[in-house]
């Protein structure tokens, strides 16, 4: 088993960690993957270009011819356009030329980078040969003190007409001329073109007369290169990636973790609940086995009491008599430890039995008191009962179980108190249907150690000498406790140690009148479908129990909704409900439980509210409810509330008669609200229509139930309807 649910574990594990469960955090690295080699490796990849044209403003124009050296050669611009030059060459001997060109920046651009050159221009020799080259002027530092621009060149092969001619920056070198004039740069091939300031073009002519036309369209400079920024780019780029690359791995590696503790968890919770089941069913058995026992063992054991009983009352000798007391004394403890233990196992095994009944609260303690005080008084103490002033005559409780937690209470008060006074003292706490009825026991002893306090609930837990718990077995505190949960209630203990300890226990407060149930009206509930729609379920629980009490079958619903679908399915004949429901309440609930049903199957409402203003009443009422009381009423005034509301439902013939018709200014009136859309104004009026007389009240309610419900369209159409038929309008 243990090997299958490892298998499992690791099948489950490698199920939840494939790619196919990994979608997220594998598209996540995809994307940043794409993102960042996109940015580093073709956008920071700069591509750059320089284009020089007839519109660029960053050139300025310059011409040389050779009319000084080789006859009278000129050059000028046609048309004065900048970009289109004539040459005409006139010279006696070789080497006649002319050039033109452009100076970009007096300090030079950064041309490093760019790899090709395209010159797009027009050239027209008419008819000579003519020689053309292209040359970059560098700035360089020779190191004799200033920069010399240094000419770097190659010839351009032309044809006339229109020319696209394409150059690497690779193949221009310095010129012969002025190399030949600065012997410290022999040896070189080209420059670096780091600080180019100028472009131009020189045209020269062995004929001893040419007239040449050049018209410039563009001069384009190409390339790529990584600038510094750039760079700095691509290493931020790459270090997110990485960092990028780590969260994934470290979402990837949490999530496996994850699920595997996920599974680890599952196998041990399943663990825990066979051995809770097993623990369980070892426990019920063990109290089965204990309530047989101890049902075996009162038997004969009654019968040994019954007999001592007889020998200590008829027999003559007085050693006879004393054998008998002694076995009736051990006997009657054997009996209370085999009560004990049956007890406890009726607990565990969830069949301690509660029968509520009215009892007479100040006999019943009094009753209490007055036998546990002949055991107070044997051992020298005084026992005290306080009843409080407000405290209830009558109430409903099990009368059997109480006893015994007071009976377990004082009895360990006299056992461990030596010297003194045991006190109990009853009162109410709490308001309205939240009350509670307080027990408190205390004592003069010894006291109870504080690390003690909540161990003293445990079964065979026991405080004190030796002396003073061999009288028991340590169950009486731990059988309270449990009745008192079962009670619905709660105990506690403080103590101070040379002083005493005090034991308080609360149970729930249902207060009842005596000979109730011989009240003609109360038997209007023998029977009857009741829903308890509260949402505390310790006061709904109270409230049914009364209601139960008298033999109404009880429906519960905690909130608006619920107590709506509720009352559809059962089709109650009364519903008790409080204003402070969750999801609906008030009026609203009120007009959706009378909603599509008849006059004689409508349930009546019985509404508990907190602050009962006029307004509220009147809006409770209009809509529907039969009465409406505070939320301190108790449970035996609300079912009697309800039993009155039943016995005086009207009959179906009464719910089916027709409507009367109030007056016809009273229409008019409701009619205007109606169309103006003002539902909260009609349901005010309401109450003065039926003032007008109760014959009027089933148009009232019916009125106001439809403005409650916010049923605009309906509640128009009847009062058009109303209206016609009392000629309120033609």
């Known amino acids: 088993m243990a090997q299958d649910a490892g298998k499992l574990r690791r099948?489950?594990?490698?199920?939840?960690?494939?790619?196919?469960?990994?979608?997220?955090?594998?598209?996540a690295f995809i994307l940043i993957l794409i993102t960042f080699?996109?940015?580093?490796?073709?956008?920071?990849f700069t591509g750059d270009s320089l284009v020089i044209t007839r519109n660029s403003s960053s050139r300025i124009p310059y011409s040389y011819a050779s009319d000084d050296e080789h006859g009278k050669s000129t050059v000028a611009n046609h048309n004065n356009d900048p970009m289109d030059w004539e040459c005409h060459i006139r010279s006696d001997g070789p080497g006649a030329a002319c050039g033109f060109g452009y100076v970009l920046d007096q300090k030079g651009l950064d041309f490093s980078h760019f790899d090709t050159i395209v010159l797009d221009f027009d050239y027209d020799p008419k008819g000579t040969k003519g020689d053309l080259a292209f040359s970059l002027s560098d700035m360089v530092d020779t190191g004799k003190g200033d920069p010399a621009s240094v000419p770097n060149s190659i010839a351009i092969a032309a044809i006339p007409g229109h020319n696209v001619v394409r150059i690497k920056t690779k193949d221009l070198g310095i010129d012969q001329w002025w190399l030949s004039s600065h012997p410290e740069m022999q040896g070189r091939h080209q420059s670096d073109f780091r600080h180019v300031n100028s472009v131009q073009f020189h045209v020269s002519e062995s004929s001893p007369s040419a007239d040449i036309r050049f018209k410039i369209n563009a001069i384009e400079f190409k390339g790529r290169y990584i600038s510094a920024t750039n760079w700095y780019m691509m290493l931020t780029g790459f270090w997110v990636f990485a960092i990028g690359a780590l969260l994934v791995y470290r979402l990837r590696s949490s999530r496996r973790e994850f699920e595997a503790r996920k599974l680890r968890l599952a196998e041990e919770n399943r663990v825990i609940a066979e051995a809770r089941a097993a623990a369980e069913a070892a426990s019920a058995a063990k109290s089965q086995f204990l309530a047989n026992m101890s049902h075996e063992l009162r038997t004969p054991l009654n019968a040994i009491i019954g007999y001592a009983q007889l020998i200590a009352s008829d027999s003559d000798s007085e050693g006879d008599r004393a054998s008998a007391v002694t076995i009736l004394e051990s006997g009657r403890h054997l009996l209370e430890v085999i009560g004990d233990i049956l007890d406890i196992a009726k607990?565990?095994?969830?069949?301690?039995?509660?029968?509520?009944?009215?009892?007479?609260?100040?006999?019943?303690?009094?009753?209490?008191?007055?036998?546990?005080?002949?055991?107070a008084e044997a051992k020298g103490l005084t026992l005290d009962l306080n009843l409080a002033p407000d405290l209830p005559r009558h109430i409903e409780a099990d009368g059997k179980r109480l006893r015994q937690i007071l009976f377990n209470l004082l009895g360990n008060a006299i056992k461990f108190t030596e010297q003194g006074t045991v006190?109990?003292?009853?009162?109410?706490?709490?308001?309205?249907?939240?009350?509670?009825?307080?027990?408190?026991?205390?004592?003069?002893?010894?006291?109870?150690?504080?690390?003690?306090?909540?161990?003293?609930?445990?079964?065979?837990?026991?405080?004190?000498?030796?002396?003073?718990?061999?009288?028991?077995?340590?169950?009486?505190?731990?059988?309270?406790?449990?009745?008192?949960?079962?009670?619905?209630g709660s105990i506690g203990a403080s103590s101070v140690i040379g002083e005493g300890s005090h034991f308080t226990v609360e149970v729930p407060l249902i207060e009842v009148t005596p000979g109730i149930a011989d009240d003609p009206v109360l038997e209007a509930l023998s029977g009857a479908r009741v829903l308890v729609a509260m949402p505390a379920e310790a006061v709904r629980d109270r409230v049914r129990r009364v209601l139960e009490a008298y033999g109404a079958e009880v429906e519960s619903a905690a909130d608006g909704i619920e107590t709506i679908s509720t009352a559809a399915r059962t089709r109650p004949l009364a519903v008790v409900a409080t204003c402070d429901m969750p999801l609906l309440s008030g009026a609203a609930l009120v007009a959706r439980l009378r909603e599509g049903r008849d006059g004689a199957s409508d349930p009546q409402i019985v509404m508990l509210a907190g602050n009962i203003s006029s307004e509220t009443r009147a809006s409770l009422v209009v809509t529907g409810a039969a009465q409406v009381l505070s939320m301190a009423t108790g449970g035996a005034d609300i079912a009697k509330a309800v039993a009155q509301t039943l016995a005086n439902k009207p009959a179906c013939a009464e719910a089916d008669a027709p409507l009367i018709l109030p007056p016809r200014n009273r229409i008019e009136q409701l009619l205007d609200l109606a169309r103006e859309g003002n539902l909260r104004a009609i349901s005010r009026s309401i109450p003065d229509l039926m003032a007008l007389g109760p014959q009027y009240r089933p148009f009232g309610d019916r009125v106001a139930s439809l403005a409650a419900s916010y049923q605009s369209k309906t509640l128009l159409q009847m009062l058009e309807a109303s209206a016609e038929e009392a000629g309120a309008y033609p």
Not at 37 to 44: E, G, S, Y
């Open 11 to 27: 099948g489950e594990t490698e199920r939840l960690i494939s790619p196919q469960n990994l979608k997220v955090e594998i598209a």
């Open 37 to 44: 080699v996109a940015i580093p490796f073709q956008d920071r």
């Open 423 to 488: 006190g109990m003292t009853a009162d109410i706490t709490g308001s309205g249907a939240g009350r509670h009825l307080r027990f408190v026991v205390s004592d003069t002893g010894a006291g109870i150690p504080e690390d003690k306090l909540d161990a003293i609930f445990e079964p065979f837990e026991q405080v004190g000498t030796a002396i003073d718990r061999s009288g028991g077995t340590g169950l009486g505190l731990s059988i309270t406790r449990r009745i008192v949960s079962t009670l619905g």
């Open 347 to 375: 607990i565990e095994a969830g069949k301690l039995e509660v029968a509520p009944s009215c009892l007479d609260l100040p006999q019943f303690l009094q009753s209490v008191a007055r036998i546990m005080r002949l055991r």
